[in-house]
Nanobody, 120 residues
Framework: QVQLVESGGGLVQAGGSLRLSCATSGRTFSYTGWFRQAPGQEREFVATITWSGGSAFYGDSVKGRFTISRDNAKNTVYLQLNSLKPEDTAVYYC???????????????WGRGTQVTVSS
């Protein structure tokens, strides 16, 4: 059974940092990453990383501020969120897929999400 379990969300002030974790089980995926969804908005691509960790891809709104990484020994993917802004407030979802995708419909498995709230 495939499971993606997120953790690490919370409330932080603008300019602060958080680290999200996604623990995976059940199988390996070519790409594991993150999407986010704010109230009333569509789910948005944030970042993804290959199974080897050799390549990472980011959405334009987070480039230079967020960093994705992974530890395959722990079956965990991380998202380091720095220089957070109020507009980063959203539910962050872990996403796993067989191919690289920037669209929600291309994702094969989803986690349940973790809330990130950035206060101004």
């Amino acid at each position: 059974q495939v499971q993606l379990v997120e953790s690490g969300g919370g409330l932080v002030q603008a300019g602060g940092s958080l680290r999200l974790s996604c623990a995976t089980s059940g199988r390996t995926f070519s790409y594991t990453g993150w999407f986010r969804q704010a109230p009333g908005q569509e789910r948005e691509f944030v970042a993804t990383i290959t199974w080897s960790g050799g390549s990472a891809f980011y959405g334009d709104s987070v480039k230079g501020r967020f960093t994705i990484s992974r530890d395959n020994a722990k079956n965990t993917v991380y998202l380091q969120l720095n220089s957070l802004k109020p507009e980063d407030t959203a539910v962050y979802y872990c996403a796993a897929s067989r191919s690289r995708t920037y669209l929600p419909r291309g994702v094969d498995y989803w986690g349940r999400g973790t809330q990130v709230t950035v206060s101004s």
